[in-house]
């Protein structure tokens, strides 16, 4: 296991308007969404760093009429950055703005290969090691590597906290996304012939 500090986050910010119009629902909710874009980018976001993630418009029908009785327009983006202070601003910047479904935070590493590979060397070295200790407690010894079958991976990233929290003395969100550490795994099986 190699334990790395993440150098990408990625979020998904988006915004759910209902109402019983669906042209409005749907204005509504890319009016807010075009804000949100344009403001992403004043921070400094790349078009590259921004695409859309999700796009709906659903009819909902009350249980005992044909006729629906409101749209829900969906409407996400998801932004993708190195910088973890920007994530707060965005994610600050797109609540102000009318964003009402942010969330699917993941953390990524940029050589997260080139590590994986390392934690499978240190897998090999492992268990031979193990297996050695066995053989020699069982009074056989290792001959012949037979097979060897690679497992594992990128652990499942998991992000500490989200806070949200009045800012002092102003009245905003102030948002503090942590990253912590992504956990990169690899286990190898090995066969041994003994003798």
Request: charged share 20%; proline share 2%; net charge negative.
């Amino acid at each position: 296991i190699r334990k790395v500090a993440p150098d990408t986050v990625a979020i998904n910010v988006g915004v759910r308007i209902e109402n019983a119009d669906e042209k409005k629902a749907s204005g509504e909710a890319n009016d807010i969404i075009g804000q949100v874009t344009a403001a992403i980018k004043a921070l400094g976001v790349e078009d590259n760093q921004i695409a859309t993630s999700g796009f709906s418009i659903r009819r909902e029908y009350a249980s005992s009429k044909l006729v629906p009785s409101k749209y829900v327009a969906s409407i996400s983006l998801r932004v993708t950055v190195q910088d973890f202070a920007l994530i707060n601003q965005i994610l600050d910047t797109a609540l102000e703005l009318g964003a009402n479904d942010i969330g699917n935070i993941s953390f990524s590493y940029s050589k997260e290969n080139e590590v994986y590979h390392e934690a499978l060397a240190d897998a090999i070295v492992a268990a031979k090691s193990k297996a050695q200790a066995m053989a020699k407690t069982a009074g056989v010894e290792l001959y012949t590597l037979m097979a060897l079958r690679e497992g594992g991976g990128v652990a499942p990233v998991y992000y500490n906290t989200m806070e949200m929290a009045t800012a002092a003395g102003g009245g905003g969100m102030g948002t503090d996304i942590m990253a912590g550490e992504i956990e990169i795994s690899a286990t190898v099986t090995m066969v041994y012939q003994i003798k």
